[in-house]
């Protein structure tokens, strides 16, 4: 196994995947900062885009509800920026990414835009918490993609 140790590592294996490895990539990278998010409807989600037997329709379903969940979280952030509710926001951008198709992506990385909402969702749970989880975030990331490219 060779291990992803730099973000141009990571960036260039992620590159390298074809859409569907992406999206199961994606879930795995979600599933992590999961408990950052109290929306129930986005572990629904994850486990859609974590099949990698996924109809197109089951996808589509995935993607109205992650859809309609971050528009939820979103508005529970609220004015006084409740970073908790911020950090579920993120997450819920995630599973978006996660299981939207390839031809809305305009040329983006599922995988990629999904890790980098994991991250925000990580950058905000460490406002609220007041402890610095980012950088090990990114950490966790390669540990992540360096285990599913060897299995």
């Not at 060779?2 to 979600?30: M, N, P, W, Y």
């Not at 986005?42 to 109205?64: K, Q």
């Amino acid at each position: 196994m060779t291990a992803i140790t730099s973000e141009t590592e990571f960036r260039q294996a992620i590159k390298g995947l074809e859409h569907d490895r992406q999206r199961v990539l994606a879930a795995k990278f979600i599933t992590h900062v999961l408990d950052l998010c109290s929306d129930k409807r986005i572990a629904d989600v994850v486990r859609i885009a974590a099949d990698s037997n996924a109809s197109d329709t089951e996808l589509a379903s995935a993607l109205h509800t992650a859809r309609e969940a971050a528009v939820d979280c979103h508005t529970r952030c609220g004015s006084e920026a409740d970073w908790q509710e911020h950090a579920g926001y993120f997450v819920a951008r995630a599973a978006i990414a996660a299981v939207t198709p390839e031809s809305q992506l305009a040329g983006a990385s599922a995988a990629l835009q999904a890790a980098m909402s994991c991250r925000m969702a990580q950058t905000c749970q460490s406002i609220a918490a007041e402890e610095d989880r980012a950088v090990q975030e990114a950490q966790d990331q390669y540990r992540i993609l360096s285990e599913y490219l060897a299995s």
